[in-house]
């Protein structure tokens, strides 16, 4: 099993920042992609940024520019720094990463539970 744990989440003023991270850990042979999304109340789940294990990164148009995703293969970790923040990017963070347990064992994707990022003054 493997699991995702996320911090760096929290309330910060419009034009704010905050650093999310998110460590995983657990049966881990090879992490391929990892990424972040976001689910606002009521609305569905998004794709915020992603990054591939060579570090090829795609960001959503709603974040470009403002955003910056990144990862240390070393620690099974992904950052996502959110920069100039809008209260429309008030929303639950989670992590997901497509994990190899073994060498021969298919690929599996697995999320972490979330930290919230609220942006209101």
């Known amino acids: 099993q493997v699991q995702l744990v996320e911090s760096g989440g929290g309330l910060v003023q419009p034009g704010g920042s905050l650093r999310l991270s998110c460590a995983a850990s657990?049966?881990?042979?090879?992490?391929?992609?990892m990424g972040w999304y976001r689910q606002a109340p009521g609305k569905q789940r998004e794709l915020v940024a992603s990054i591939t294990s060579s570090g090829r990164t795609n960001y959503a148009d709603s974040v470009k520019g403002r955003c910056t995703i990144s990862r240390d293969n070393a620690k099974n970790t992904v950052y996502l720094q959110l920069n100039s923040l809008k209260p429309e990017d008030t929303a639950a963070y989670y992590c997901?990463?497509?994990?190899?347990?073994?060498?021969?064992?298919?690929?599996?994707?697995?999320w972490g539970q979330g930290t919230q990022v609220t942006v209101s003054s």
């Open positions: 657990g049966s881990i042979f090879r992490i391929n992609a």
């Open positions: 997901n990463a497509d994990v190899k347990s073994r060498a021969w064992a298919a690929e599996s994707s697995y």
